[in-house]
């Protein structure tokens, strides 16, 4: 049996990692200090979910949602059908 590819819905990472990065905008929080204050072992994997090029799990959005002190539920609130 060959490996299932993995799902990647492009429009919702986008309106997500918008949605981060509009928040952070709000709190002058930059790329790089969100990348320092992750604590991820790679920060390029960081500015890679901030551009929206790749899918990332919910317990980065928990991190994410730490870093910016607010609930995770906000980074969802757009228009999605």
Do not use: C
């Amino acid at each position: 049996m060959g490996r299932k590819p993995n799902y990647k819905n492009q429009a919702f990472i986008d309106k997500v990692s918008s949605k981060i990065l509009e928040l952070a905008d709000e709190q002058d929080i930059t790329q790089e200090e969100i990348a320092e204050l992750f604590q991820a072992d790679d920060n390029r994997q960081i500015g890679r979910v901030l551009r929206g090029e790749t899918n990332f799990g919910i317990s980065e959005l928990e991190r994410f949602a730490k870093i910016l002190k607010v609930h995770p539920k906000v980074f969802l609130d757009f228009n999605w059908e």
